[in-house]
Structure formats: C-alpha cells, structure tokens
Nanobody
Framework: QVQLVESGGGLVQAGGSLRLSCAAS????????MGWFRRAPGKEREFVAA????????YYRDSVKGRFTTSRDNAKNTVYLQMNSLKPEDTAVYYC?????????????????WGQGTQVTVSS
C-alpha cells in the first residue's frame, strides 16, 4: 500500500501560479506512475497529468498543456505539479494518485492509491 499526502493548494488570481506537492510513503518501490486528477463542483473526477516513476515520461490533458508541468524527485518520493497561467476553470479539488500497473495512456482506473485532495481556487 502507498500513502500519499498532498500540499500546496490555495486561492490565486487568474494568471497566477501554484505548485502542488505529493509525498509518497509505504511500498513506493511498486509505483509505476504518479498522476494528478481534479474534480470541479458538479463534475466527475478527470485526469490532469501523470509521470512515469522511473523513465520520467509525462502525460497531460489538452487543456493544461503548456501551462502545467509535472515532475518528480525520486530521492524524496515526491511528485510536483507546477501550474502556471491559471484560469478560473482550473478551480477544483486536486488529487494525487499512484499506480502500479503499466499503461500506454493513463486512465483513472490505472491508479489505486489516492491522496486526500487539496483545493485550488482561481478567481477571475
């Protein structure tokens, strides 16, 4: 089992930046990839970004490409989501997730361990 603890959410004006962190503990040797998902009010949870834990390949949903960057620090068992040029439509609870199964393209079902979520609010 992998435990995940997120931090870094908050309130920011449109055009601003935030960086989310997610620290993993437990059976981190079994992690294949780390992902970021979000759920806006009244909407389903959606994929945002993911990073392969060993090779470092990254994946992004189209609406955040060029604005968000995910990275990892294997020594600290920590993954980051740098969010720039934030928009009001980015407002959501952001979740960190860990998956142990290889995938070609990340899906919600590929991730079995989840953090508690952190609120990101972007004001216009």
């Amino acid at each position: 089992q992998v435990q995940l603890v997120e931090s870094g959410g908050g309130l920011v004006q449109a055009g601003g930046s935030l960086r989310l962190s997610c620290a993993a503990s437990g059976r981190t040797s079994r992690i294949y990839a780390m992902g970021w998902f979000r759920r806006a009010p009244g909407k389903e949870r959606e994929f945002v970004a993911a990073i392969n834990w060993s090779g470092g390949s990254t994946y992004y949903r189209d609406s955040v490409k060029g604005r968000f960057t995910t990275s990892r620090d294997n020594a600290k068992n920590t993954v980051y989501l740098q969010m720039n040029s934030l928009k009001p439509e980015d407002t959501a609870v952001y979740y960190c997730a860990a998956g142990s199964k290889p995938f070609s393209l990340p899906r919600l079902a590929d991730f079995g361990s989840w953090g508690q979520g952190t609120q990101v609010t972007v004001s216009s």
